[in-house]
């Protein structure tokens, strides 16, 4: 049966984001380059710690200390990879990026999905909870839609 479309799909632009490039942010980088899905230069990432934008520019990603930068440059997604106490401070630069159209993942333990909406009014986004197997790639993950 072939299927029919009001309008052709959407390509996507194949840009992805990541602000906060620590252990679990580096092992899904990793396995998302491993399943060829996106090649190193289409990573965007930011953070705070000179070794940890050292380490990322290393493996081919586009680094930058500004999460600002990030949102400008991510396309597809922008995944929230920070501690929770660094949150709110990620979340009200992700608010203040006017031209994101990327879903925010958010993969920050302990940080609600109602806290996350309050605090970036009208971005799509989506709360993943990852688990330890994602270190090897191989994970089972629970999410939740924003609404």
Known sequence: ???KFSKPPTIM????????????????IGGIIGKGLY????????DPYPPAREA????GYNVSESNS??????????FLAVKPNCVMSACKDIAEAEQLDAVIVSIAAGVTLEALEN??????IV??????PCLV???ASGFSLGT
Do not use: W, Y
């Not at 990030?70 to 396309?75: D, E, G, R, S, Y």
């Not at 605090?119 to 799509?124: E, Y």
């Open 1 to 3: 049966m072939t299927q």
């Open 13 to 28: 632009a194949n840009t992805i984001g990541f602000i906060g490039t620590g252990a679990m942010a580096s092992s899904l």
């Open 39 to 46: 090649t190193p230069d289409q990573i965007h990432c930011s």
């Open 56 to 59: 990322a520019s290393k493996k």
């Open 69 to 78: 930068i990030v949102c400008t440059n991510a396309k597809d997604a922008v």
């Open 119 to 124: 605090a970036m009014p009208g971005k799509r």
């Open 127 to 132: 709360r993943v909870m990852p688990n330890t």
């Open 137 to 139: 790639g191989e994970a």
